[in-house]
């Protein structure tokens, strides 16, 4: 079984929250605090909206 997560730490850029999202989303991720997108499906990875702060493994 090939592990395959690709989590991101992203920065809110409206209310500075900072969660963990999933990088290839199928739906946008948006911020748990504001609502705001934080990332854009796009086919592969995702669109960041938000302030990429770090790669989680
Ligand atoms: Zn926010």
Excluded at 10 to 27: G, I, L, S
Excluded at 28 to 43: A, D, F, N
């Amino acid at each position: 079984m090939v592990h395959t997560s690709n989590f991101v730490k992203v920065k809110c850029p409206d209310c500075q929250n900072e969660q963990v999202a999933f990088k290839r989303p199928a739906t946008p991720v948006t911020c748990h605090v504001c609502g705001s997108t934080l990332i854009k499906p796009k086919g592969g990875n995702g669109t960041v909206k938000g302030q990429l702060l770090e790669v989680v493994d």
